[in-house]
C-alpha cells in the first residue's frame, strides 16, 4: 500500500452493531468535538492556561510518538515510502484536520524541516467556540502530534511551532518545524512545555508507561475473565477450590514485596505462578527474569545471578551485570533453588538481606531494588534437617509460601486446561479441531497424571498431531493413556475392579490396533480368555465388535 492509497474505510474496523472499534490494530474512540472543546475549557478554568498547555501537548506528543510506531509496525510499504507525510494523512482521514502545501526539506540549511498550511482544524475551532480568541496560537495537541510523530519518523528531535493560528484571529494555521538544535532562541518558550530540559527522559518514560499501561489493561482482563468465568490463561482458569484458593492468596501477597516460595511438584505450574505474581504486582512494568538454579554449576550461577568485572575469569572479555541487577524494578524468579550448592547459599542471603550484590572480580557492592520469589519441588525442610539447606535462607525465603497442588488432586481443572491447550494449539498449528469426545474426556480425567500441567500440554499437543477427525478421540491419546494406569486419581473416582479391568484390558487393545493375539499375549492371557471377557464386554454393551486376529 502506498500513501495515497491510505482508506478509512480499509484502515478501521469495527461492528457496525458496536462495540470495539479498531485503528491501525489498536482500540479507538469516536470522539465529539463538542465535548473535547468543553474538556479544554475545563482544565484551562480549573488548572490555568499553563497546566492546561502543558497536559494538552505532552498529551499530543505522546500521540503523535505512538501513530508513528503503529504505523511503522502496520503499515512498512507506507512507512518506508512516506513516512514523513503519513501521520498528517491519516490525521486528516480521522477528521482532525486538513493539510495543505506541506514543504519539506532536509532541514540541515537555513530553510525548515516542514512547512505547512492546516486547515480546518478542530482545536482552533473548539477554542474559539468555547473560550474565545486568544492572544497566541491554540493548536497546542496538533502542534505536539506532529512534534511527537516526526520525532519518532527522524529517530531525532523535531519541534513544530505554530506561528499562524485561527484561534488567534490569522486567516488559517501555519506550522514550521526544525530539528531543535536548528532552532535559535525564539524555540525556548515552547520548551518547557515539552520538558525538554530531559527529552532523553521523557521519550524512554513515554514508551515506558505505554508498554506499562497496555501490561496492565491486559492483566486487568485476565482477571474479570476469571471473575466471570471465561477462557483465561491457564492458571486462572482453575475451577478446583484448591486452585482458586492459592490463586487468591496469590493475588492477595502479589500487592506486597515480600518474599515468595513456591513449593509444588514438578509440572505443576510455579514458573505460571511466579509470572502471575509479577503481573499482578505494582513491579508489572519491571522485568521478570527467571534462572534454573539446577542448571548452572556454582561459578556460573554466581556470576549469571550477580554479575561479572572484565578479566575476573578466562572467557570474562566484559563487565557484565547479574540478573540481580539486571532485573531491578522487576521480579527474580530463582526456579530449582533446592538444587543450589552451600557455598552459594551464603551468597543469596547475604544478597537477600542487604539488598545489594558485588560482582564476581570487584570489591564494591551494588545496591538492588528487586522482589525475589523462588520455586523447588523438593522438600526444605527434610533438606534443612539432613544438613543440605541453610535453615536461615529457608526462612529468608520463605516469608509467604505457596503451595501448587498436583493436578490429580485436583480433578475439576484437567478438562478446562485441555481444553486451554486445545485451542491455543489448534490455532498454532492450523488445525480445526473443535474439542474431545466423552470417551476420550473421561480417559483424561481418569488419568494420575504424574507430569501435571506440563504432561496435559503434551499430551493435547501430541492428540492435535495424531488427531485426523473434528474432535480428539482416545485413538488420537498417547500410549499411557490409551492404556492408563489403575491408579485412581482422587478418592471420589474409585471404580469397581471388573470396570478397571474392562477398561485397561479395551485399552490395551486400542494400543495395539486390535491385534487380539498379541494383546493376550501381553495381558499375560489365554486368548481364549481374551474372546470370552470380550464376548462378556459385547454384552454388556461396551463391547468392541470386530473380527477375530
Known amino acids: ?221 485476565s482477571q474479570l475473565a476469571f471473575l466471570e468465568g471465561a477462557e483465561a490463561p491457564p492458571l486462572i482458569m482453575a475451577r478446583s477450590q484448591s486452585m482458586r484458593r492459592i490463586v487468591d492468596i496469590a493475588w492477595r501477597v502479589a500487592k506486597v514485596d515480600s518474599s515468595i516460595l513456591i513449593t509444588g511438584d514438578s509440572g505443576v505450574g510455579k514458573e505460571l505462578m511466579a509470572r502471575f505474581i509479577h503481573d499482578q504486582s505494582s513491579r508489572t512494568c519491571g522485568p521478570f527474569l527467571a534462572v534454573n538454579c539446577g542448571a548452572l554449576t556454582e561459578t556460573l550461577l554466581e556470576s549469571e545471578l550477580f554479575g561479572h568485572a572484565k578479566g575476573s575469569f578466562t572467557g570474562a572479555d566484559r563487565e557484565r551485570a547479574g540478573l540481580f541487577e539486571a532485573a531491578s524494578g522487576g521480579t527474580l524468579f530463582l526456579d530449582e533453588i533446592g538444587e543450589v550448592s552451600p557455598g552459594m547459599q551464603v551468597k543469596l542471603l547475604r544478597a537477600l538481606q542487604e539488598h545489594e550484590v558485588r560482582r564476581v572480580g570487584e570489591n564494591k557492592s551494588r545496591p538492588t531494588n528487586v522482589r525475589v520469589v523462588a520455586a523447588t519441588n523438593r522438600n526444605l525442610t527434610e533438606e534443612i534437617a539432613s544438613g543440605r539447606f541453610r535453615q536461615d535462607l529457608y526462612y529468608r525465603l520463605r516469608v509467604i509460601e505457596l503451595h501448587v497442588p498436583p493436578l490429580r488432586e485436583r480433578n475439576e481443572d484437567i478438562l478446562p486446561l485441555a481444553r486451554f491447550f486445545l485451542h491455543k494449539i489448534t490455532h498454532a498449528m492450523g488445525r480445526t479441531i473443535i474439542g474431545f469426545t466423552p470417551d476420550a474426556a473421561d480417559q483424561l480425567l481418569h488419568y494420575s497424571w504424574p507430569g501435571n500441567v506440563r504432561e496435559l500440554q503434551n499430551t493435547v499437543e501430541y492428540a492435535v498431531a495424531m488427531c485426523q477427525e473434528s474432535h480428539v478421540d482416545v485413538c488420537d491419546l498417547p500410549c499411557e493413556l490409551r492404556a492408563m494406569s489403575l491408579q485412581p486419581t482422587v478418592s471420589g473416582c474409585i471404580r469397581p475392579l471388573d470396570e478397571v479391568e474392562r477398561d485397561y484390558i479395551l485399552g490395551v487393545l486400542n494400543a495395539l490396533g486390535d491385534n487380539k493375539a498379541q494383546a493376550a499375549a501381553e495381558l499375560n492371557i489365554g486368548l481364549a480368555t481374551l474372546y470370552r471377557k470380550l464376548k462378556e464386554y459385547e454384552a454388556q454393551g461396551s463391547g468392541r465388535g470386530g473380527a477375530a486376529s
Open 1 to 221: 500500500m502506498r500513501i495515497d492509497d491510505m482508506d478509512l474505510r480499509e484502515l478501521l474496523s469495527f461492528n457496525p452493531e458496536g462495540g470495539v472499534m479498531k485503528l491501525l490494530g489498536e482500540r479507538a474512540l469516536l470522539m465529539n468535538a463538542f465535548a473535547q472543546g468543553l474538556l479544554r475549557k475545563e482544565l484551562i478554568d480549573t488548572l490555568g492556561t499553563f497546566a492546561a498547555r502543558n497536559i494538552l501537548t505532552r498529551y499530543g506528543y505522546a500521540n503523535g510518538w505512538r501513530t508513528a510506531m503503529n504505523i511503522q509496525q502496520n503499515m512498512p510499504e507506507v512507512w518506508k515510502d512516506s513516512k514523513g507525510y503519513a501521520g498528517s494523512k491519516l490525521h486528516a482521514l480521522t477528521g482532525q484536520l486538513g493539510v495543505h502545501h506541506n514543504i519539506r526539506t532536509d532541514g540541515e540549511g537555513d530553510e525548515p524541516l516542514i512547512s505547512s498550511n492546516w486547515g480546518d482544524c478542530y482545536e482552533a475551532e473548539q477554542h474559539l467556540l468555547h473560550i474565545g480568541r486568544s492572544d497566541e496560537a491554540v493548536c497546542w495537541t496538533e502542534t505536539a502530534f506532529a512534534s511527537g510523530y516526526s520525532s519518532y519518523a527522524e529517530g531525532r528531535e523535531v519541534i513544530f511551532i505554530e506561528d499562524q493560528c485561527r484561534g488567534k484571529g490569522d486567516p488559517i494555521c501555519h506550522v514550521t518545524a526544525r530539528y531543535k538544535e536548528k532552532w535559535g532562541p525564539e524555540i525556548e518558550p515552547h520548551l518547557v512545555y515539552y520538558r525538554m530540559e530531559s527529552f532523553p527522559t521523557l521519550l524512554k518514560d513515554l514508551s515506558a508507561k505505554l508498554n506499562c499501561t497496555e501490561k496492565k489493561l491486559k492483566n486487568r482482563q
